[in-house]
């Protein structure tokens, strides 16, 4: 599956924002699909991920309870919405997708990554 991510930017401490994620291939419903992201001089960091249908969902303890991760299978798309958001979550977020159940917040466990979009959050 290909992916394409969307919806970065430049946003205030406090602020919102959403991104999404367009996947191609008719096989989008079987497939775990997430976000990481990079800030500069940091390790890549698990943010959220959705099993399949969406009934299952997980978050890191630094976004849990602001972003909110949700899936439209009939669109092949998957958003991240983010919320009360802090200079610490600036970075480059990627959209990421492996078929089947991941219930892994590894890296290793996603064989497929978007090109990443670039959120700035200023304090």
């Known amino acids: 599956v290909q992916l394409q991510a969307s919806g970065g930017g430049l946003v205030q401490a406090g602020g919102s924002l959403s991104l999404s994620c367009a996947a191609s291939?008719?096989?989008?419903?079987?497939?775990?699909v997430g976000w990481f992201r990079q800030a500069p001089g940091k390790e890549r960091e698990f943010v959220a991920s959705?099993?399949?249908?969406?009934?299952?969902?997980y978050y890191s303890d630094s976004v849990r309870g602001r972003f909110t991760i949700s899936r439209d299978n009939a669109k092949n798309t998957v958003y991240l919405q983010m919320n009360s958001l802090k200079p610490e979550d600036t970075a480059v977020y990627y959209c990421?997708?492996?078929?089947?159940?991941?219930?892994?917040?590894?890296?290793?466990?996603?064989?497929?990554w978007g090109q990443g979009t670039q959120v700035t959050v200023s304090s």
């Open positions: 959705v099993v399949r249908d969406g009934g299952v969902t």
């Open positions: 990421v997708a492996n078929s089947g159940f991941v219930y892994s917040t590894q890296a290793r466990h996603f064989g497929s």
């Open positions: 291939g008719r096989t989008f419903s079987s497939y775990t």
